[in-house]
């Protein structure tokens, strides 16, 4: 019996170790989300601007971007793939982040609603033609 605690203890040991260890290099969500936030507008400028100019290649100029990104953010290509790997084989920790970029993309790129300003009387019209006009 002590033998089976033992090994049941030596297992459990090293899972946790292990699962530590794994998540030691992964980007912490919030970090990870806006790492991925700042892609999506990359990507967004490049579709926009760049694929105008005839000289340029959508995927090299992808690729700087992204490499900007990392640098920016202080990661490595490594990192990143590795923190998205964790996190797409994890959807219940994927889902959400997702959902963040979606809505902030909505609220972002969205064109703001047209609010006409409020027609306002001007009250340095001349009495006098006010009573004019009003006659008509």
């Known amino acids: 019996m002590k033998i089976f605690s033992g090994i049941l ?10 699962e530590k260890e794994k998540k030691k290099n992964i980007l912490p969500e919030n970090k990870m ?10 990507d967004q400028y490049v579709s926009d601007y760049l694929l105008r100019d005839s000289s340029r290649h959508k995927k090299d100029e992808s690729v700087r971007l992204y490499e900007e990104i ?10 990143f793939k590795k923190s998205l790997d964790y996190y797409t084989s994890q959807p219940d920790l994927f889902r959400p982040i997702i959902d963040s970029l979606a809505k902030r993309k909505n609220n972002e790129f969205t064109a ?3 609010h ?5 009387k001007d009250s ?5 033609l006010r009573k004019h006009f009003q006659k008509r």
């Open 9 to 18: 203890l030596l297992t459990l040991l090293f899972f946790s170790c292990s």
């Open 33 to 42: 989300r806006e790492v991925m936030w700042d892609m999506v507008r990359a």
């Open 70 to 79: 990392f640098h920016i953010h202080k990661i490595s290509r490594e990192q």
């Open 112 to 114: 703001p609603s047209y």
């Open 116 to 120: 006409p300003a409020p027609v306002v």
């Open 124 to 128: 340095l019209v001349n009495p006098l």
